[in-house]
Nanobody, 119 residues
Framework: QVQLVESGGGLVQAGGTLRLSCAASGTIVSIDTMGWHRQAPGKERELVAVITAGGNTRYADSVKGRFNISKGRAKNTVYLQMNGLQPEDTAVYYC?????????????WGQGTQVTVSS
């Protein structure tokens, strides 16, 4: 069973930075595509950023130029560097490995990490 564990959330002032980490365990296969989603109170979960095995990335328009997703040297790790944080970035951030051949067709989610940005 694949498990995703996030870390790095916290409370930061507007304009500050945070770096989220996610590590997947329970598989010997290198997961190709991993990403980050977030869910703010009263809102639907939304895609923040995704990265493929080839290093291709995609970002939500709201975070372009401020956030950077990258894969770690360790297998099945992914990071989200968040710069210029704003109160509207406050949300629970979830690591995700979407359904794909390297997850044998299953989608996996982490438990989430809270990011709170004060104004």
């Amino acid at each position: 069973q694949v498990q995703l564990v996030e870390s790095g959330g916290g409370l930061v002032q507007a304009g500050g930075t945070l770096r989220l980490s996610c590590a997947a365990s329970g598989t010997i296969v290198s997961i190709d595509t991993m990403g980050w989603h977030r869910q703010a109170p009263g809102k639907e979960r939304e895609l923040v950023a995704v990265i493929t095995a080839g290093g291709n990335t995609r970002y939500a328009d709201s975070v372009k130029g401020r956030f950077n997703i990258s894969k770690g040297r360790a297998k099945n790790t992914v990071y989200l560097q968040m710069n210029g944080l704003q109160p509207e970035d406050t949300a629970v951030y979830y690591c995700n490995a979407p359904s794909q051949p390297t997850t044998y067709g299953r989608s996996y989610w982490g438990q989430g990490t809270q990011v709170t940005v004060s104004s």
